[in-house]
Each structure stands twice: as C-alpha cells, then as structure tokens.
C-alpha cells in the first residue's frame, strides 16, 4: 500500500503552483494523495514568508500537527517547505522544532533524496543553506 501525503498551501499563487508541482513529484515517487491530513503519512506544508498572516497560520497549523500526532501517536512525517524555510529557518526550528523534513524553494527537486535517505534535520538544514 502506497505511503500517502496531504498538502497544505499558503500564501501567493507562486506557492500554488509550487504545490502543484511537488504533488506531480510525489506521484512520481510512488505516494498518494489524501484527501484528509489525518490519513497522511506525510504532511507538507508549503509556505510563504511574504505574508505575515501567512506565516501566523503556518506556525499554528504546526503545532496542531504535532499536538494531533503525540495525542494519536501516528508516525505521520511533518515538512516544511517553500519561502519560509529558505529565509526563515532559524525561527522556523525554534518554534517548530519538531519538524521532520525542511526544504526551500531551491532545492524542492531534492524531495526524493531526503525521502530516501532519511537525511538528518541538520543535513536538510545544510543544503537549504547553499542554495
């Protein structure tokens, strides 16, 4: 049975697309979507740094996924990606520290590698800096 991913979106059309995109890469990868974040193996959530409300929603949606995944202990998977974590990744873990996957805008095409590898926060952490 296929791994299955939901993901939010917020901010500007850019961000649209960009969401657009990596569910076609997901698809690729062999994982389904849900429509329910509940049913999600993997939660993704697509952000922008632009907006400030933006970022408020993305925060609190955050800590809804991880106070939903300690209540059921599921091993549902929490990333970030987009604006937020290419200009904010420093605030970004520490207010969210439980985040397991964290890519930007630049390295989106990478989605597999840090899916497969399992590649360590700190290594994400890394790459998102050379880009």
């Known amino acids: 049975m296929p791994l299955k991913y939901y993901v939010f979106t917020y901010g500007c059309q850019m961000n649209k697309n960009d969401s657009e995109f990596l569910k076609g890469l997901l698809d690729d990868y062999g994982l389904q979507e849900t429509g329910q974040y509940i049913k999600a193996d993997l939660i993704i959530l697509n952000t922008c740094a632009v907006r400030e409300n933006a970022e408020r929603k993305v925060y609190g949606r955050l800590h ?33 520290p439980f985040i ?17 590898n399992r590649l360590p926060l700190q290594e994400q952490i890394k790459r998102l800096r050379k880009c």
């Not at 202990?73 to 605030?91: F, N, S, W």
């Open 64 to 96: 809804e996924l991880n106070h939903y995944r300690q209540q059921h202990h599921t091993r549902q998977k929490i990333a970030v990606c987009g604006c937020m974590p290419q200009y904010l990744q420093e605030d970004l873990l520490k207010k969210a």
């Open 100 to 116: 397991d996957y964290i890519w930007g805008v630049n390295n989106i095409m990478d989605i597999s590698q840090y899916l497969e």
